[in-house]
C-alpha cells in the first residue's frame, strides 16, 4: 500500500493569512494526489484533483502542486469557513489511502 | 445534481454482517466507479473498496476476506456488506463516486451513516 503522510498534523492560522500543508507519499504517484476539506459532522469536500486542478465551484484561493512524492495545499487570504480538516489522497494504485488529516484550527 | 444516500442498521452486534446501500439520485449510476470509505471517530479516512456498474470490484487487501460489493443498476443503487464485524469495525460509512477522468478523485459522497457494533 502507498502511505500518504502529511503534515503538520495541526496548524493554527488567522483569518486573512496564507497556509500550505504538506503530503508526502511513499513511493511516487505522478500527480494522482487529490485533496479534500472535512468539516465537523459532515462528508469530505473534494478542492484539487489531479494535484493541481481545482473542482467546480472551489473557490480560487485554494490551490494545489506537486508531483512525484511531494504535494502541497495552499490557502490564500483564510476566510473563518476554511477553518476545518484537510487530507490528501492518492490515486494513483488501489487501496486507494488517505493522509491521516491536518486540522487547521483559529489562532 | 448527484445526490448519494447511505442506508442500512445503525447498531450490529459482533459476528454479524453490516449491510449497506447507497442510492444514486439525480444522475446516471452507469460508467462510473462507486466506493465504500469508512471513518472511525476522531481518526482518518479509510477505503474500503469499489465496484464498477459492470459489477467489477477492487477491495482493500486488508478487508478482502470479509467484503463484497454489489451493484443494481436498475435500482440506481449499489451495496456494502461487511461480514463477522467486530468493534474495530465501528465507523461512520460513506458511499462516494469517483471522478471519470483520470484522476478518480471522490467529488461526490453521500452524507455517512455512522454503524456502530456492540454486544
Known amino acids: 500500500d502507498i502511505q500518504m503522510t502529511q503534515s503538520p498534523s495541526s496548524l493554527s492560522a488567522s483569518v486573512g493569512d496564507r497556509v500550505t500543508i504538506t503530503c508526502r507519499a511513499s513511493?511516487?504517484?505522478?500527480?494522482?494526489l487529490n485533496w479534500y476539506q472535512q468539516k465537523p459532522g459532515k462528508a469530505p469536500k473534494l478542492l484539487i484533483y489531479?494535484?493541481?486542478s481545482l473542482q467546480s465551484g472551489v473557490p480560487s484561493r485554494f490551490s494545489g502542486s506537486g508531483s512525484g512524492t511531494d504535494f502541497t495545499l495552499t490557502i490564500n487570504s483564510l476566510q473563518p469557513e476554511d477553518f476545518a480538516t484537510y487530507s490528501c489522497q492518492q490515486s494513483y494504485s488501489t487501496p486507494r489511502t488517505f493522509g491521516q488529516g491536518t486540522k487547521l484550527e483559529i489562532k | 445534481q448527484v445526490q448519494l444516500q447511505e442506508s442500512g442498521p445503525g447498531l450490529l452486534k459482533p459476528s454479524e454482517t453490516l449491510s449497506l446501500t447507497c442510492t444514486v439520485s439525480?444522475?446516471?449510476?452507469?460508467?462510473?466507479?462507486w466506493s465504500w470509505i469508512r471513518q472511525p471517530a476522531g481518526k482518518g479516512l479509510y477505503w474500503i473498496g469499489r465496484i464498477y456498474t459492470s459489477g467489477s470490484t477492487n477491495y482493500n487487501p486488508s478487508l478482502k476476506s470479509r467484503v463484497t460489493m454489489s451493484v443494481d443498476t436498475s435500482k440506481h443503487q449499489f451495496s456494502l456488506d461487511l461480514r463477522s464485524v467486530t468493534a474495530a469495525d465501528t465507523a461512520v460509512y460513506y458511499c462516494?463516486?469517483?471522478?471519470?477522468?483520470?484522476?478518480?478523485?471522490?467529488?461526490?459522497w453521500g452524507q455517512g451513516t455512522m454503524v456502530t457494533v456492540s454486544s
Open positions: 462516494a463516486r469517483a471522478r471519470e477522468d483520470q484522476s478518480r478523485a471522490f467529488d461526490i
Open positions: 439525480g444522475g446516471s449510476i452507469s460508467g462510473y466507479y
Open positions: 489531479g494535484a493541481s
Open positions: 513511493q511516487s504517484i505522478s500527480t494522482y
